[in-house]
């Protein structure tokens, strides 16, 4: 069990390492950012901001670290940047293997179609697991070094929140990734589709008549500000998410089956 | 029951008709040879054989399972080692990490005995293999669980002359061992060295089935002459020589009578440098098959090249 999975997931090592790094250093960034910014008055900051801005990238309170965090790290990296990461990352999951000619060899393999591409899902895990579990660690420790103080559960629960947002992300690319002959195509679509997802529940999401709208983002459904600055969440839209995950999931599986390789 | 059964096989891409209701078996312990040019469907033929490509109609089984439900194609896949025409290899991997991952999945048998006779580097990464080498680390991949049955698409292409006369060898040692082997080629001399029966496909339609003997009786010798003499006027006398064709000092045709007739023939001639050699294949289907069609299949071919 688990062999493509492994194989898949050994590939991706130095990849995440790299990631993990990156944003890590990103975040040492905001927090030593957040310590010369203090003293700043926030009112006049807001009043300067255009509200779509505010509401897009869900500037909430920037005087607390949970705030700022939420603002600076988790809305625009967690959110957004990763999201585009992942979603990036399954466009390439499939179709890289049918544009590279791989897939006859490994549908040559005594396992089905559908366990394949599980297979080949559940390798996103270890850069999803990683990434979490270490930014998260040192976010918490950087902020321990500065001196202020952020309750851990709340860190552990904005980070925890994001699996299910990111795998509806990752379950968006393998749609894409079984539908189409080339990666670079599922890639783009998958990027330019979360984007576009991204925008729609950012901008409508002001304007009331199209309120409904923003239902259809999965970036509706994870809103990390308010949990780093009072726990607060809905325990519904980790349901949506996991939800739509399971269904993007199926729908993957059944054109997987369905087609011509 | 035959290790691979195709019946009435048809795959219609929509803009093309890759293959035309084709039907043939494969017996267990043959070597079949799988010939035709590019182009004819013999990949298409192949990837419907593992499954890659659902038939438009008709049936294929292969160790009797019936190739188009996956479920129950998994247990007869255990039992099949593949070499795809393209193998796609990861770049980054090393050819050890790539035989790790085959192993991990179908087991690996006999891979030290395959990394005897083929010799790829495993421990470098696949990026920096040349075409040969990728081509020996598939057919290490699709031996080394040691299947019952192996099919191959053009498995030597790539590979040099002393490689392609060892896997020659190898074949016919496999073939002792029981193991069935079907594989595609569109050339002749291949074909004919290690196959038992060949099945010959054209414009996406099986146009013969014969024992590799019948083929190559049919398919003559093309012989290059050239003369100090006339000898081209004296051609139409002998049984068996068609397609000749002149150039500036002498004349090239393919002979398919007596060898001892032609060479009489030729002793009273002033001869000045001689070829006999294989026919390309397009030249065997010019004559076997009748002359309009094999000219078409034969530009065809040019035009895909």
Redesign the interface.
């Given at each position: 069990m688990f062999e493509t999975t492994r194989y898949e997931a050994n590939r991706r090592v130095r990849g995440t390492a790299i990631l993990t790094i990156a944003i890590s250093l990103y975040a040492a960034f905001i927090v030593w950012y957040f310590t010369i910014l203090e003293g700043v008055d926030y009112e006049a900051v807001f009043e300067s901001m255009p509200p779509a801005m505010i509401e897009a990238f869900g500037i909430e309170s920037l005087a607390t670290i949970g705030g700022f965090l939420g603002t600076q790290i988790y809305n625009f990296v967690w959110l957004l940047g990763l999201g585009l990461y992942f979603a990036y990352a399954a466009g390439g999951l499939i179709a890289g293997d049918i544009e590279h000619e791989r897939m006859d060899l490994l549908l040559s393999f005594p396992v089905s179609r559908s366990r394949l591409l599980v297979e080949k899902t559940l390798s996103l895990l270890l850069p999803l697991v990683t990434l979490n579990v270490v930014v998260g660690v040192v976010i918490y420790v950087l902020v321990q070094a500065i001196g202020e103080s952020i309750d851990p559960m709340y860190l552990v629960l904005a980070h925890a929140l994001s699996i299910p947002y990111l795998l509806v992300c990752i379950a968006i690319g393998v749609v894409l990734s079984v539908l189409v002959d080339r990666a670079a195509i599922a890639e783009r679509a998958a990027i330019g589709l979360i984007f576009v997802l991204f925008l729609v529940e950012s901008v409508v999401g002001g304007a009331s008549e199209f309120e409904w709208i923003q239902y259809i983002s999965p970036t509706y459904y994870y809103d990390p500000t308010p949990i780093l600055i009072d726990g607060s969440y809905e325990l519904l839209d980790t349901g949506v998410l996991l939800a739509a995950f399971v269904v993007l999931l199926l729908i993957g599986q059944i054109l997987f089956q369905r087609r011509d390789i | 029951m035959a290790t691979i059964e195709v019946t009435d096989l048809t795959k219609d891409y929509g803009s093309v008709l890759g293959v035309d209701s084709v039907s043939f078996s494969v017996e267990q312990g043959e070597i079949f040879g799988f010939l035709g040019p590019n182009g004819a469907g013999k990949t298409t033929t192949i990837?419907t054989l593992?499954?890659?490509?659902?038939p438009t109609d008709g049936t294929a089984t292969v160790l009797g399972a019936d190739v188009r439900d996956?479920?129950e194609f998994?247990?007869a896949?255990?039992r099949?080692g593949?070499l795809?025409a393209?193998?796609?290899?990861?770049e980054?991997?090393t050819g050890e990490?790539v035989l790790d991952?085959?192993a991990?999945?179908?087991g690996d048998r006999r891979r030290e005995e395959l990394l005897e006779i083929f010799t790829p580097p495993v421990e470098r990464p696949i990026r920096e293999y040349s075409t040969g080498n990728e081509r020996m680390l598939g057919i290490v991949?699709a031996f080394m669980h040691d299947p019952e049955l192996v099919i191959m698409d053009e498995p030597t292409a790539g590979l040099d002359p002393l490689k392609q006369e060892e896997f020659n060898e190898f074949i016919r040692g496999e073939r002792e061992r029981g193991t069935t082997i079907f594989f595609s080629s569109h050339v002749l001399s291949e074909v004919r060295r290690v196959c038992d029966r060949v099945g010959i496909l054209r414009d996406g339609e099986l146009v013969g089935l014969e024992d590799i003997e019948t083929l190559l009786d049919q398919g003559g010798k093309r012989v290059q002459v050239e003369t100090t003499d006339d000898l081209e006027s004296s051609l139409p006398a002998l049984d068996g020589v068609v397609d000749v064709n002149s150039f500036a000092d002498g004349v090239q045709f393919i002979y398919t009578g007596e060898y001892n007739t032609l060479l009489r023939e030729l002793a009273s001639h002033d001869i000045r440098e001689i070829e006999i050699s294989e026919p390309p294949l397009e030249d065997v289907f010019m004559h076997y098959y009748g002359d309009d069609e094999s000219t078409r299949a034969n530009q065809e071919v040019e035009s895909n090249v």
């Open positions: - | 990837r593992l499954g890659l490509l659902a996956d479920g998994i247990d896949k255990r099949i593949y795809p393209q193998l796609g290899f990861n980054e991997v990490q991952y085959h991990s999945v179908k991949q």
